[in-house]
């Protein structure tokens, strides 16, 4: 007689470069099935996972996606985010979210889990939200949702997500509480950085006639108007800004490295090729700490339903 391997089951749509599927692996998770149209996040997802994603879920016949416990949706953030045009559903990318109600309706999930920048949810009035918890709701699923930042997960960004879940449990979900001290950002900067890294002298003096920092390490970020302020923390990576929009101390653009430790990911996380690439990739991921502290709720909640 074969064991039933009785290990929970997890599919991580629009999977990126993994943060969903890091967390839930460190709880016991295994990954059926993956997919991202983004070659340069599945070619990184390959390389670290062993598992290469599928293509264009558009494309993916619903049966054709193996039975899992959870599905996860990182979905594109583009059309949601305050830094474009918040053109929401309008966007084919904002469409996402029905290839997601999609293959949930044919496979029946025991939970959803979706993340997305916090505009999502003032969008239009808060009208693409109520639409995603009707659509959960309609397929019986209970629907919940909040605002989450990395930094109360233990990370040195300020990176604010909404996550919405979706369980078949009747129980009230319930929140992780955030409560993990930062780490200090000095323990995730690199002592001796590549001289590529450092911007020009002009950018830099700009920056110090901008603004004067009093404690170092911080992190100089200037917004879109051209305000520069610092701070012991990173402000949200954002995959496409200008290289200089976050320097450490007023100098230097992060690193590889750093970016993917700031998104916690661990140092024996295989980087992608380039530094282009590295910056796409994590300013489009999930804090892998804030991630895996709601799934881990999300299993509670399934056992003691």
């Not at 993956?34 to 997802?45: K, N, Q, V, W």
């Not at 100098?251 to 992608?272: I, M, S, Y």
Request: hydrophobic content about 40%; proline content about 6%.
């Amino acid at each position: 007689m074969h064991d039933v391997d009785l290990t929970p089951t997890f599919a991580d749509l629009f999977c990126g470069i993994g943060g969903f599927h890091l967390a839930a692996s460190e709880l016991g998770l295994r990954c059926a099935f993956a997919s991202d149209i983004d070659r340069g996040a599945c070619e990184t997802y390959k390389v670290n996972f062993g598992i290469q994603p599928y293509g264009d879920i558009v494309k993916i016949p619903a049966d054709q996606v193996p039975d899992h416990d959870i599905l996860f949706a990182g979905l594109p953030c583009q059309p949601f985010s305050i830094i474009g045009k918040r053109t929401g559903f309008s966007d084919a990318r904002g469409n996402l979210f029905l290839e997601v109600a999609r293959i949930a309706a044919t496979k029946l999930p025991q939970a959803i889990v979706i993340e997305n920048v916090r505009q999502f949810t003032t969008l239009d009035g808060g009208k693409a939200l109520r639409c995603v918890i009707a659509t959960l709701e309609a397929l019986g699923y209970s629907v919940a949702w909040r605002i989450l930042n990395a930094l109360d997960f233990g990370l040195p960004q300020k990176r604010e997500r909404v996550f919405v879940v979706a369980t078949t449990a009747s129980i009230d979900f319930d929140w992780p509480n955030g409560d993990i001290p930062m780490q200090p950002l000095g323990e995730l900067l690199e002592s001796n950085p590549d001289k590529c890294h450092f911007a020009s002298e002009r950018i830099q003096n700009a920056r110090k006639r901008a603004h004067r920092a009093t404690t170092s390490p911080m992190i100089w970020h200037e917004n879109k108007g051209g305000n520069v302020s610092s701070h012991p923390y990173s402000c949200a990576l954002r995959a496409g800004a200008s290289y200089n929009y976050l320097l450490v101390d007023g100098k230097r653009r992060l690193t590889p490295r750093e970016l993917f430790r700031l998104q916690g990911f661990p140092d024996n996380f295989q980087l992608p090729r380039s530094i282009a690439a590295a910056r796409r990739l994590t300013g489009n991921a999930v804090p892998v700490p804030m991630a895996r502290a709601v799934i881990d709720r999300v299993m509670e909640t399934l056992t003691h339903r």
